[in-house]
């Protein structure tokens, strides 16, 4: 598949430019993953989470790549206030980064990610969105809102090869591989272990009498990836919520592959971010979003049926 003649131009110079960097990126983290020199920084902005020189070098490096092709955006950094970039003081396209997501895994050589999600704030919903993997053969996930309209997702692997991301068969509960991001102990894995209901039904046998559900661990938006992949079936987020450079990106990749987000309330999250003016974008950086992501309506329902929240 020729994605030239399929993604818009702002989409493929947005996932090269994640490329470049993430082959910049590669050898610093297994670098510090051979060494244990992790280069720690003082994290002032969300003291519970690792901060580290390569996030801060992605920050810079996505800032100033990023402005070779776009003349004019908000920069919305997870590692900084938002801020505007270029000579229009209110341009239209806001570009949210998270620049190192599960960085302690990251430096450690095992796990990476690296999102960057585009919203246009006339439209009010995102126009590309670019998940990059750095470690694994699958390379980039990517939305995009394309020449006619239409938004459509791909899974990008190392040598080049796309693939549609479209809507898989529906599945039960109890045939699924839901993920959770359960790292932290007190904080997500009790909270997790004390869903009764919801292991129950996962657990619950077929009519060979065996039980095929699973829970698993993933990660911010790429856990969304792999469900609009078709690698997992779900991902439940009940405990602590996920922050907008979580959850946007896979969001949207998600939502083009015809996937469900829901809030806990059934309510379906609109892609609409109410990223409006500068204050509205700061504001958007401090809340968390509980949900359940579905390759499905029917599977995201019946696990809303099985928790108690």
Same mark, same amino acid.
């Given at each position: 598949m020729d994605l030239d003649e399929t993604l818009p131009r702002l989409a493929r110079k947005t996932i090269g430019v994640v490329d470049i960097l993430m082959s910049e990126l590669r050898p610093k983290l297994i670098g510090a993953a051979?060494?244990?020199?992790i280069g720690e920084s003082e994290n002032t902005r969300h003291h519970d989470n690792l901060l580290t020189v390569h996030?801060?070098?992605m920050h810079e490096r996505y800032r100033d790549t990023l402005s070779q092709y776009i003349p004019s955006f908000i920069y919305a950094s997870e590692e900084a206030e938002p801020q505007i970039i270029g000579g229009d003081p209110n341009p239209d396209l806001c570009v949210l980064v998270d620049p190192l997501d !599960?960085?302690?895994?990251?430096?450690r050589g095992l796990l990476g990610y690296t999102h960057v999600m585009i919203y246009s704030r006339s439209l009010r919903r995102p126009v590309v969105a670019v998940i990059g993997d750095i470690y694994h053969h699958i390379r980039f996930y990517v939305a995009a809102r394309c020449d006619d309209g239409q938004d459509r997702a791909y899974a990008i692997t190392s040598d080049d090869s796309h693939h549609p991301l479209t809507p898989r068969a529906a599945r039960r509960l109890s045939e699924s591989l839901v993920t959770n991001f359960l790292m932290?102990? !007190?904080?997500r894995l009790l909270p997790l272990c004390r869903q009764s209901r919801f292991i129950e039904a996962l657990d619950e046998l077929d009519e060979h009498g065996k039980s095929r559900g699973r829970i698993g661990v993933d990660f911010g938006s790429v856990s969304l990836c792999h469900v609009a992949a078709g690698f997992t079936e779900a991902v439940v987020e009940f405990a602590k919520g996920f922050a907008i450079w979580d959850l946007a990106p896979g969001h949207y990749v998600l939502d083009?592959?015809?996937?469900t987000v829901l809030?806990?309330?059934?309510r379906p999250?609109?892609?609409d971010y109410n990223l409006d003016s500068l204050d509205d974008i700061a504001k958007a950086m401090?809340?968390?979003?509980?949900?359940?992501?579905?390759g499905s309506d029917q599977l995201a329902r019946e696990i809303l049926l099985s928790l108690d929240v």
């Amino acid at each position: 598949m020729d994605l030239d003649e399929t993604l818009p131009r702002l989409a493929r110079k947005t996932i090269g430019v994640v490329d470049i960097l993430m082959s910049e990126l590669r050898p610093k983290l297994i670098g510090a993953a051979l060494t244990g020199d992790i280069g720690e920084s003082e994290n002032t902005r969300h003291h519970d989470n690792l901060l580290t020189v390569h996030d801060l070098w992605m920050h810079e490096r996505y800032r100033d790549t990023l402005s070779q092709y776009i003349p004019s955006f908000i920069y919305a950094s997870e590692e900084a206030e938002p801020q505007i970039i270029g000579g229009d003081p209110n341009p239209d396209l806001c570009v949210l980064v998270d620049p190192l997501d !599960t960085s302690e895994l990251a430096v450690r050589g095992l796990l990476g990610y690296t999102h960057v999600m585009i919203y246009s704030r006339s439209l009010r919903r995102p126009v590309v969105a670019v998940i990059g993997d750095i470690y694994h053969h699958i390379r980039f996930y990517v939305a995009a809102r394309c020449d006619d309209g239409q938004d459509r997702a791909y899974a990008i692997t190392s040598d080049d090869s796309h693939h549609p991301l479209t809507p898989r068969a529906a599945r039960r509960l109890s045939e699924s591989l839901v993920t959770n991001f359960l790292m932290r102990g !007190t904080e997500r894995l009790l909270p997790l272990c004390r869903q009764s209901r919801f292991i129950e039904a996962l657990d619950e046998l077929d009519e060979h009498g065996k039980s095929r559900g699973r829970i698993g661990v993933d990660f911010g938006s790429v856990s969304l990836c792999h469900v609009a992949a078709g690698f997992t079936e779900a991902v439940v987020e009940f405990a602590k919520g996920f922050a907008i450079w979580d959850l946007a990106p896979g969001h949207y990749v998600l939502d083009a592959a015809g996937g469900t987000v829901l809030d806990l309330t059934g309510r379906p999250l609109p892609l609409d971010y109410n990223l409006d003016s500068l204050d509205d974008i700061a504001k958007a950086m401090n809340p968390r979003q509980t949900f359940v992501a579905a390759g499905s309506d029917q599977l995201a329902r019946e696990i809303l049926l099985s928790l108690d929240v």
